[in-house]
């Protein structure tokens, strides 16, 4: 927390917390996490509708353009595959084994909320629910973390 308030190194921590995230997945397959290369192409064009529509309120906000800058732009990516790699693949899985795919999709979903709690306001909070559910529903009907990642990270850039 400390590096990420201090000027200079707020990049370099956002980068080393997306590692860390993907980190949590280590010792896993890529197919037990959705990561498995089946169906390339329809993944990533259902990562486009799935960013898409996460997109759709700030697209009623921007006017001006996204809100990013373009110097964060690394760090958005490192962060959003990290999480996704840790919520939506290796918690995910592990709270399947324990207790099915609504364990899964609903206690990755409030985890994944809790934890934007210590960073967004509480009124950002819903959204950061839905979108979650979203994933989550996805991560679990298809199997599929490819297009969960394409949309996080193409979100997170975009706002």
Known sequence: MLAGRTPGLEIASLLGGGLGLCCLA???????????????????????????????????????????????????????????????????????????????VLGTTLLWTLAHALSHPAEFLPAVAAAGLLLGLWRWACRDLVAPIVAHVLADVAL
């Open 26 to 104: 280590a010792g896993r397959r890529p197919g037990e996490l959705g990561l498995g290369t089946t169906h390339l192409g329809g993944r990533l064009l259902g990562g486009l509708a799935l960013a898409a529509v996460l997109l759709l309120p700030a697209a009623v906000r921007w006017g001006g353009g996204p809100l990013l800058d373009p110097s964060l732009a690394a760090a958005a990516v490192a962060v959003s595959v990290g999480e996704e790699v840790a919520f939506r693949g290796a918690l995910f899985a592990s709270l399947e084994t324990v207790g099915g795919p609504v364990l899964a």
